[in-house]
């Protein structure tokens, strides 16, 4: 069954640390892998893409790695600041159709305190 | 920011009332989506629209139905509503014939029935 899980499920961390949130997907045949970004009361804005052969995509503070062959993404965030909180959706798609197919993970809750 | 606009955005409305939701774009995607999200979990596909005229069903099934009759609009329809229609809907816009494109979301609209 494809699916995608996240964790944690919600972390607190002080402004100015660093954190890491995983993904772990079943999804196969693999085409992308995209993290969302949700802040409260809108709808997810896209931070990276990757596709199979990429290992490492940075956008700012933000940095996504994926290793194909274990299936697992990760989003480390860098200084993070108060504008971090927010909710980061993990997103696989996969080719199994002309159209392919996306699978969400639930997410992981960010919250970062001054 | 996407050009990608949703009314209203907060709706409380009594059971078996008839409700259309709002959603437009600017962008000219052709493709166009609807999501439902509950407090925690995932997003869950209902509808989407391959260009005008064109409607499917998503891979949660719901008792909504949309019309595409204009490339930047995609309303969805609940002819009676009840609690158990009490969620989060996102309204989505893409190019490409693929699902793994980047979809452009909109704000939501938090239904409430009461």
């Known amino acids: 069954k494809n699916q995608v899980e996240q964790s944690p499920q919600s972390l607190i961390i002080l402004e100015g640390k660093n954190c890491t949130l995983q993904?772990?997907?079943?999804?196969?045949?693999?085409?992308?892998l995209r993290w969302y970004k949700q802040d409260t009361g809108r709808g997810p804005v896209s931070l990276t893409i990757?596709?199979?052969?990429?290992n490492t995509k940075s956008n700012g503070r933000y940095t996504a790695t994926l290793d194909a062959d274990t299936k697992q993404s990760s989003l480390h965030i860098t200084a993070s600041q108060l504008s971090d909180s927010a909710s980061y959706i993990c997103?696989?798609?996969?080719?199994?159709?002309?159209?392919?197919?996306?699978?969400f993970g639930r997410g992981t809750q960010l919250t970062v305190w001054p | 920011e996407a050009d990608i606009y949703q009314t209203p955005r907060y709706l409380v409305i009594g059971t078996g009332k008839k409700i259309t939701l709002e959603c437009s774009q600017t962008?000219?995607?052709?493709?166009m989506y609807w999501y439902q999200q509950d407090p925690g979990m995932e997003l869950h596909l209902i509808h989407y629209?391959?260009?005008?005229?064109?409607?499917e069903k998503g891979d949660l099934s719901s008792e909504s139905t949309v019309s595409r009759i204009r490339t930047e609009h995609f309303p969805l329809t609940l002819e009676s509503a009840r609690p158990s229609h009490t969620s989060q809907y996102l309204c989505?816009?893409?190019?490409?014939?693929?699902?793994?494109?980047?979809?452009?979301f909109g704000p939501g609209t938090r239904l409430t029935v009461t």
């Open positions: 989505a816009s893409s190019t490409g014939n693929f699902f793994g494109n980047e979809q452009y």
């Open positions: 993904c772990n997907y079943t999804v196969s045949p693999f085409s992308n």
């Open positions: 990757m596709t199979f052969s990429e």
């Open positions: 997103v696989v798609s996969d080719r199994g159709s002309t159209l392919g197919r996306l699978y």
């Open positions: 962008m000219g995607h052709d493709k």
């Open positions: 629209s391959y260009g005008v005229n064109s409607t």
